[in-house]
């Protein structure tokens, strides 16, 4: 009998992301029948911060032919895959773990075979994706389950988990598990979503005691459908433990310990800090647009008692000022002046500038103070192309003009930098490298960087243990620790070891050295983690055995090449003992027989991910088969084309065809010629300056749906300057506003008059903006309110106003400030709460949110879920962002406008506010009283806290509850 055909009419995409990962599970669009997930499980157990995830997808063919489903996971780059399973049919076909030179051949064979033999390769940011595919018979069930594992680290004051959920289909048993177990106490649990709804939260569980937390996500098919049926977004937790001014917390497990160690209320030291900024031309454009904007808010947080300089370079390094200077107002102000002033051109001269910055640092170092921390921060976007450019040399010149004396922190700007280099150059004088990813948030991750190494609270700072204690410790010796973060040292108990392990640490303090002491007991240790239902066997010793690599991995990088072979060597041999995948090791995938027999699933090399992330929509499912012809883009790369993808996978709906044939372009990725951004479409708009009005948004293929065309993309640039491409504008609904009559009790003895703020009453509305004319003012603010005869008003702002104090409520704990433009509305708006501490700060462009010296940048109109203690902050896909909790406030934000220009300020549950409430908004609360005039004829007054206001009664446009609003009845009042 002949085999039938192998068809993939679906592919199934599971995606899972722990701290910078995500869960996935998408579908091509099938014939009835196919493959069909029945279970999707993410299970995470997390004990003292070292997280073991295992993800589960049971399917089941369900046509009449042969069907091919591709499993598919993205993993944080410094997770370790542990295990990796195929279950057909009852048959189990495992993963193994080999030595990466014993699966070398089969490697090698199926990159013969012109196969995606690695199954590994990295994605966006810090991720790497697994993947693997098998063919699935007729009825026949297939389980998928991949195991890793992580030690979570803290960051600006917290862990986090992230995953992304996006199972593109409804699942009969889809679940999220998460189990937090911290014997040292959990301080605060968070959790945030992008694709929360009111009926997706009633599945959402969280329980918490001091110790554990229990977080679940559980969606019935009911409360799928009723969200819109398919689920796309992401799921974050984020927690801290508690921390108090000692030596720390150790657990024991198994003979085997982990000293975590973050001490509470000590003082930050003084920085020496010298930013090192690359100007060359390369830098042009948004990079240097967004280096300043950071740089500019981080010379801001700098503390008075912290001495700074800049260096800029290019072809040539520039010393902003001789000498260091102490961090005044007047200094920093100055500081901030010129960073506004630096220009991008010419080449890239790393080694002088790097050289300057330690001249400087040499010639003031008997002036330093003994107890503060010299560091210089180095940014660059490219490899050196001027002076010195061999990059062994460059550091080799930095590393001896150094001499251990100070801290080299690198920061490399997108991916056209050799990050390597720059990681060997930090590791090499005590930093650390980090890799700025080109995006709308690159001044924030500059910021938040910085956050991580702003406030040194020790140095020089070691761990000891008495030596007939404890054997194979992983690295106890650090040269900072930084506020937010935490040190994490392991290791394992001797066979004969005392019954309490006991541990100093000693580190230099602010104005002396400081010693902590710490023990604990092995037996009661043993036996509080035996007592944990969900704490997965022998993990303390997996955590070492993953820390211990970690570090080896590091050590590597910085040790001279005659060590390297025996650090290698180690890091291999624990891979393979704890079956982790790692730069030394890979996992071959068998398959059943009759299939491709083997694949392997081996870490990329930072020159994948270099490829990978210069060509963002070029990546396909391997294995993956769909119908259409094959295109050739300009650079030669082939391209699958089918009925429903264009170039590069772009929506059929973007391509028009062009009366002489399928045209040779590729938009929105890279430039055809230069491998760089696209002028056209990834740029500012070429007359104004801004963000291209008609492409203001990413392409669908390369990170989001573009935000206005459905229908138009010009053959070719000049097309652009033709305006019968142009699409047309929406139609907005011309509404004027009409006075009504007042309708309220008569109040017979008016408030005497102290003050009447006299108004233009012949102005009775605004205009909405229609394509011919512009807006006269942004629509009215819309004030629930209290008192006699008054239910709510409209306010008008005249004239453009900031910054303005609009709330300020000290027993609410919350102040709003704004922005006020007439023609606009709220340029900015900014909303700081207390209990907990948190800012949101908007524009028309996006919301950024700041917690814990961490921020986070949000688009509007994409949906987000956050809960934290006390504090709700939701956005739907209106773009209505609401700042919400019990016994609070709801402060509201809307963009509103043809190409969202301004901000609509909204607000409810005014009834909580405080009768100590102040501002320009706030004088209207907690009651306000209305009376007719006592001077003119049908006219009524409105006292407030400050004024009192002439008023009139008119029907505006209510957004409360969101866009496109509804007409209401309101009494406006004009500031």
């Not at 389980?143 to 986090?160: H, I, M, N, S």
């Not at 491409?725 to 006075?739: A, C, D, E, G, V």
């Not at 003119?936 to 029907?955: F, G, P, S």
Request: hydrophobic share 35%.
């Amino acid at each position: 009998m002949e085999t039938p055909a192998r068809v993939c009419t679906w592919v199934l995409v599971l995606s899972l992301l722990l701290l910078h990962a995500g869960l996935q599970t998408a579908t091509v669009p099938h014939e009835s029948g196919g493959i069909d997930i029945y279970s999707l499980t993410v299970h995470s157990e997390v004990s003292a911060r070292f997280a073991r995830t295992v993800i589960t997808s049971r399917v089941v063919n369900r046509a009449e032919t042969v069907q091919e489903a591709a499993f598919q996971i993205e993993l944080p780059r410094k997770a370790f895959i542990t295990n990796f399973s195929m279950t057909i049919d009852g048959v189990t076909y495992p993963g193994i773990v080999r030595e990466k030179a014993a699966a070398q051949e089969q490697y090698s064979a199926a990159k013969a075979r012109g196969e995606s033999a690695s199954l590994v390769k990295t994605t966006e940011r810090k991720m790497e994706r697994f993947e693997v595919s098998v063919s699935v018979a007729a009825a026949s069930k297939v389980t998928f389950k991949l195991v890793y594992e992580e030690l979570l680290r803290r960051r600006l004051g917290a862990y986090e988990l992230l995953f992304k959920v996006q199972p593109q289909q409804l699942v009969q048993h889809l679940q999220v598990d998460v189990h937090i177990f911290e014997p040292q106490g959990i301080s605060f649990l968070e959790t945030e979503s992008s694709f929360m709804t009111k009926e997706l939260e009633e599945a959402l569980i969280t329980s918490q005691n001091e110790t554990k937390a229990h977080i679940q996500f559980r969606p019935t098919l009911s409360q799928q459908q009723q969200s819109g049926g398919l689920l796309n977004g992401n799921f974050i937790i984020r927690y801290d433990v508690i921390h108090t001014p000692s030596g720390g917390s150790i657990q024991i497990e198994n003979g085997y310990f982990v000293h975590h160690f973050a001490p509470d209320g000590l003082p930050a030291l003084s920085k020496n800090v010298i930013f090192v900024i690359d100007s060359s031309g390369s830098m042009l454009g948004r990079k240097i647009e967004q280096t300043q904007e950071a740089l500019i808010k981080i010379l801001d947080d700098l503390s008075t008692k912290d001495r700074f300089n800049l260096i800029v370079f290019n072809r040539v390094a520039w010393l902003w000022k001789p000498r260091l200077l102490q961090a005044s107002v007047e200094n920093v102000r100055k500081a901030k002046s010129y960073t506004a002033s630096i220009v991008a051109q010419g080449g890239t001269n790393i080694n002088e500038a790097m050289l300057k910055a330690v001249q400087l640092l040499d010639s003031e170092r008997a002036e330093l103070h003994p107890r503060s921390v010299s560091l210089m921060i180095l940014l660059t976007d490219g490899d050196p192309t001027e002076g010195v450019t061999n990059l062994e040399m460059i550091q080799r010149n930095v590393r001896e003009a150094i001499g251990g004396h100070y801290s080299l922190f690198c920061l490399g700007f997108g991916f056209d930098v050799h990050y390597s280099f720059l990681e060997k150059l930090a590791l090499d004088n005590g930093g650390l490298a980090r890799r700025i990813y080109e995006d709308s948030d690159a001044a924030l991750q500059l910021q938040d960087f910085y956050q991580e190494v702003a406030q040194p609270l020790l140095m020089s700072v070691s761990f000891e243990y008495l030596s007939n204690a404890v054997e194979e410790v992983t690295q106890d010796n650090f040269q900072f620790h930084f506020m937010g973060s935490e040190m994490v040292v392991a290791g394992k108990l001797r066979p004969q070891s005392p019954a309490v392990l006991s541990a100093k640490v000693s580190g230099q303090g602010q104005s002396e050295n400081i010693t902590f002491y710490v023990e604990s007991g092995t037996a009661e240790q043993e036996e509080a983690l035996r007592g944990r239902q969900y704490v997965f066997g022998s993990f303390m010793e997996r955590l070492w055995a993953y820390l211990t690599i970690e570090q080896l991995l590091e050590q590597i990088v910085s040790a001279p090449k005659a060590e390297q072979q025996a650090l290698e060597s180690r890091a291999r041999n624990l891979s393979l003992n704890y079956n982790f995948v790692t730069p030394f090791t890979a996992m071959v995938v068998t398959k059943p027989e009759g299939q491709e027999q083997s694949q392997v699933v081996e870490k990329p090399t930072e020159e994948e991910k270099k490829h990978s992330a210069a060509h963002p929509g070029s990546f396909a499912l391997s294995k993956v088969h769909r119908k259409g012809r094959k295109h050739y883009n300009p650079t030669g790369s082939r391209v699958k084309m089918s009925s429903q993808f264009g170039v590069y996978g772009s929506p059929a709906r973007f391509r028009r065809p062009h009366p002489q044939g399928p045209r040779q372009f590729s938009y929105g990725g890279p430039h055809p010629t230069y491998g760089g951004p696209h002028p056209t479409y990834g740029g500012p708009h070429p007359t104004y300056g801004g963000p291209h009005p008609a492409y203001g948004g990413p392409h669908p293929a390369y990170g989001g749906p573009h935000p206005t065309y459905e229908s138009f993309l010009p053959d070719s640039v000049l097309d652009l300057f033709d305006t019968k491409n142009l699409p047309r504008l929406p139609k907005w609904r011309l509404y004027t506003p009409t006075p009504v009559a007042a309708s309220v009790p008569f109040i017979p003895s008016a408030t005497r008059l102290t003050k009447v703020v006299e108004m233009d009453t012949e102005d009775q509305g605004i205009t909405m903006p229609n394509p011919t004319s512009a807006p006269s003012q942004a629509p009215s603010i819309f004030l629930p309110v209290h008192g006699p005869g008054v239910d709510q008003l409209c306010v008008d702002i005249r004239s453009s106003q900031g910054p303005i104090n609009l709330i300020s409520d000290p027993d609410q704990g919350i102040k709003v400030t704004g922005q006020y433009e007439v023609k606009t509305g709220f340029s900015w708006v900014k909303v700081m709460v207390k209990n907990p501490e948190l800012q949101v700060h908007a524009t028309p462009e996006h919301v950024v949110v700041t917690r814990n010296r961490r921020s986070s940048e949000y688009k509007w109109m994409k949906t987000m879920f956050s809960t934290l203690p006390n504090l709700k902050i939701t956005m739907d896909s209106t773009g209505l962002l609401l700042i919400s909790g019990p016994h609070r406030v709801t402060v509201g934000l809307l963009p509103w406008g043809d190409h969202k220009t301004g901000l609509l300020l909204l607000l409810r549950h005014t009834d909580r506010f405080s009768r100590n409430v102040r501002g320009t908004i706030g004088q209207f609360y907690p009651t306000v009283l209305l009376s007719p005039s006592s001077t003119k004829e049908n006219q009524w007054i409105l006292k407030a806290q400050a004024d009192d206001y002439v008023v009139t009664r008119e029907h505006r446009l209510d957004y409360q509850e969101g866009p496109p609003g509804k007409e209401t009845a309101c009494w406006n009042v004009r500031l």
